[in-house]
């Protein structure tokens, strides 16, 4: 319309003259036609020259001919030739030529106008499959969820289609649905939100198909929950403890889709035995005993590259036992060796190094296979388990410039372990500090605090429970739980009945000197090495209130597990007595995501 209002308005009495009319098929013809008849004008340069001559500049071409016709000959517009560029033959012809720069100047405006409106897209064809009407369409024996439906209808609905899967994003170009049927396919899942975008659903129709209600189908069961479109009852094919069980009433809950892992995240190109972690002056640390090397070495965060990089070494000879111990703001290590007497450093902040301030008495320790720390009403103490013949467990407790002999709990028993722990005697009682001592001559036995005398005290052994490498224990839900190391026979999961440990569970342990638990968030492990086979890895269930087998690490003759935790990033160092320490970090993975 705009195209004839265009027209209308040329010159009347030129419109009138006879041998100058327009064809009267112009009059008939719509926009589009006449696009198709006329290029777009293309404005150059010569404008000015135009002017100075007295003409009009506006090269029109013929579709026909596909090019444009130059400044200087006659232009063909209906039947009429005329040249308005050559100010000569303007004079000669007078106002004659008037009605021609009219028609041409309309002419250049009107396919401008076309240029600008464009034409618009065709809409979507309805597919060879469906049957379209102007608000529905029905499919039949669709393969796909065909991407060329037309996007305002309001029903779409497959029937005898035989999918098993729908593609992400299948309903992108239909936001008005409102009905949606996918009743009766073979579909197993639905892709995670695929009818995001569909605000205007009132009735989605998922019945006859053969869901697998696992972490995939997670999303649909948390999106009936708050939809407010219609859905009919749909039910689970698997796995077997859903079968049958109606999708609708299931909730989150019953999907148990987080699961976790131990990534392997940097190898340390060295042997080691023991390793700590400790926090100082708001930073966290590891430190490692390096046994041929006779080193201490620490290492701190990287916080740029995201690797642990060396902070400081201590160095010494035969270093099993590198523990670390912070008083108020001032750190200490503790330095077991089995040659050239243990030592105790400390951390001088302004050399910026460790000094030496304390040897450790070698008459009481000859052999140290492990070092404790702990703290009881205010007072800081650490204790050595010495592995000799001729050696004695000791503790030592903090006096404000050192550390003194405490108490020797025994003597001759080749002590291989030391584990302090809080337990109560009876329900109704407060937890008392506790330890427990490991020996390759003995049962385990349970030593007491006593508050009178601020002494252990002896009490009880672990019966039957000979040739015990190493008792590490835990906590869940406010019980305590032992894991017991044999390097020979069964490794052994205890709990605290109240007046003595009970056995919950047996682990094979052919060549194990370490079981240990330890808990990362929410995740209770128990970790148990082997010198002859992978070192596996176990799981808290707390349904069956046991351990299961979660994952399996190649770790060679592994004889610690250590927690590291930086930065909300949660690391497993473990040591290795013949090949290189390990780093894993500990990964957690949303099935549903």
């Known amino acids: 319309m705009q195209v004839r209002s265009l027209l209308e308005q040329l010159d009347p009495s030129h419109l009138a003259a006879p041998h100058r009319s327009l064809p009267r098929a112009v009059h008939r013809w719509s926009e589009e036609q006449l696009t198709n008849q006329l290029q777009v004008p293309v404005l150059k340069s010569r404008e000015t020259e135009a002017e100075e ?88 024996n669709a393969r796909s969820i065909p991407r060329t439906v037309p996007p305002d209808v309001i029903s779409l609905s497959f029937v005898r289609s035989g999918f098993t899967e729908i593609s992400e994003g299948s309903f992108l170009f239909t936001p008005s649905l409102q009905l949606l049927s996918l009743a009766n396919n073979n579909l197993q899942t639905l892709p995670k939100d695929i009818f995001k975008g569909l605000d205007s659903l009132t009735n989605v129709d998922l019945r006859g198909n053969s869901f697998n209600c696992d972490c995939k189908l997670k999303w649909l069961v948390e999106w009936l929950g708050h939809t407010n479109a219609t859905v009919e009852d749909i039910y689970c094919e698997g796995p077997p403890e859903y079968k049958k069980r109606k999708i609708n009433s299931l909730s989150s809950k019953d999907f148990d889709c987080i699961i976790t892992e131990f990534a392997k995240s940097q190898d340390l190109p060295f042997q080691s035995l023991s390793i700590d972690t400790f926090s ?83 008459l009481k320790i000859r052999k140290p296979n492990d070092i404790e720390t702990f703290k009881i009403e205010n007072n800081w103490y650490f204790v050595v388990a010495d592995s000799s013949k001729a050696g004695f467990t000791t503790i030592y407790k903090w006096n404000g410039n050192g550390f003194y002999s405490h108490q020797s709990l025994h003597a001759w028993y080749r002590d291989t372990d030391v584990e302090y722990l809080e337990i109560a005697r009876t329900p109704q009682t407060l937890r008392t500090p506790h330890l427990i001592l490991s020996s390759s001559s003995q049962r385990p036995v349970i030593y007491q605090w006593n508050k009178a005398i601020q002494l252990f005290t002896n009490q009880t052994d672990i019966p039957n429970m000979e040739d015990v490498y190493a008792v590490k224990h835990f906590s869940v839900k406010g019980d305590v739980y032992i894991c ?110």
């Open 53 to 140: 001559k007295g003409g009009l500049l506006c090269d029109l071409g013929l579709k026909q001919d596909n090019h444009h016709l130059n400044s200087r000959s006659p232009v063909h517009v209906w039947g009429y030739f005329f040249d308005c560029m050559e100010s000569e033959r303007s004079q000669r012809m007078g106002n004659a030529c008037n009605p021609l720069k009219r028609i041409a100047y309309c002419l250049c405006l009107l396919s401008a106008l076309l240029l600008t409106e464009g034409k618009k897209p065709a809409k979507p064809k309805c597919p060879a499959v469906c049957t379209c009407t102007k608000d529905n369409a029905l499919c039949e």
């Open 484 to 593: 017991l190391t044999r390097f020979i026979g069964d490794s052994k999961v205890m709990k605290w009945g109240g007046s003595s440990f009970q056995d919950i569970q047996r682990m094979p342990s052919r060549g194990s000197m370490v079981f240990q638990p330890l808990q990362i968030n929410n995740y209770q492990y128990a970790i148990l090495g082997s010198d002859y086979s992978f070192t596996q890895v176990y799981n808290w269930d707390a349904e069956k209130a046991k351990f299961v087998k979660f994952q399996e690490l190649n770790v060679q003759a592994p004889r610690s597990f250590t927690h590291v935790s930086i930065n909300k990033r949660n690391f497993l160092f473990a040591s290795s007595f013949k090949g290189n320490t390990q780093i894993y970090k500990h990964v957690i993975v949303d099935l549903s995501a």
């Open 280 to 362: 100082y002056m708001n930073d966290e640390y590891v430190v490692i005993a390096q046994p041929f090397t006779g080193k201490c070495i620490f290492l701190e965060w990287d916080h740029v590259e995201k690797t642990f990089r060396n902070y400081d070494n201590i160095t010494g000879t035969s270093t099993v036992v590198c523990k670390p111990i912070v008083i108020e703001t001032q750190l200490y290590v503790i330095v077991a060796q089995l040659f050239g007497g243990s030592h105790i450093y400390k951390r001088d902040s302004f050399a910026n190094k460790f000094i030496k301030i304390q040897d450790i008495e070698i």
